[in-house]
């Protein structure tokens, strides 16, 4: 069944998010931010972890440098905030965090390599294995994520379904057409942005790493017209 690696990866973030947000709530505020630091150091790790597999790094510093530019061009950040203040409205909800627990639960479920590899996998082959998988590592990583941020983390599921269903169906039609070599790189970008988020979850300096997306875009031509 197409798309049910993605559909199964919304269920446990929905589970876990809940749970997390149960816990946010009876929890004193000084294990929410010792969480949330844990929660930036493990970001960090895998960031740098992700990163390193470049096998050319002008790759990854052209695309960052381009594709940050023309996200900060369109402010990508400002219009992810409006949708996300928009759904907070709707729901009513007062959490303060919502914003940020939406933001940063959707690049910390979508930046990964598992993400990419496994809409790929699904779309050309129909196996979900590896989003079921990457599906399960969310779920519990959600509940950190919603302990400390509270109920927006449930919410990044909607950017998530776009992203990762979008991938999804994008190989499905197009074909196995992505080799090993794009994916390392637009994996390795994805990981340094996530060393952005990182430093932005450990509250050293903020990042709008939203308007760096478009350079895993530039990551793919890049990779695909070098390597």
């Not at 010792?34 to 510093?61: D, P, S, V, W």
Request: aromatic letters at 10%.
């Amino acid at each position: 069944m197409l798309l049910l690696g993605t559909l199964v990866n919304i269920a446990t973030v929905i589970a876990g998010s809940l749970l997390g947000f149960f816990f946010h709530s009876k929890l004193p505020h000084r294990i929410v931010k010792i969480i949330f630091q844990a929660i930036g150091l493990f970001t960090l790790y895998i960031g740098i972890t992700m990163a390193m597999k470049t096998n050319q790094i002008l790759i990854m510093i052209f695309s960052m440098v381009i594709g940050s530019a023309i996200g900060e061009l369109i402010d990508i950040d400002k219009y992810i905030h409006k949708f996300s203040n928009w759904v907070k409205r709707k729901i009513k909800s007062e959490n303060e965090t919502f914003s940020e627990g939406m933001i940063s639960a959707f690049l910390l479920f979508c930046m990964g390599s598992m993400t990419i590899l496994g809409a790929f996998e699904e779309g050309t082959q129909g196996k979900s294995d590896l989003l079921i998988a990457k599906s399960v590592m969310d779920g519990f990583s959600s509940v950190a994520l919603a302990s400390a941020l509270g109920i927006g983390v449930a919410f990044s599921i909607l950017p998530l379904l776009i992203f990762q269903g979008g991938l999804t169906l994008l190989s499905f039609w197009l074909g196995n057409l992505m080799p090993d070599t794009v994916v390392n790189e637009m994996s390795a970008v994805g990981g340094l942005m996530l060393v952005g988020l990182a430093i932005s979850i450990l509250e050293i300096r903020k990042i709008k790493v939203i308007n760096m997306i478009p350079a895993l875009v530039f990551a793919i031509i890049l990779a695909y017209v070098f390597l």
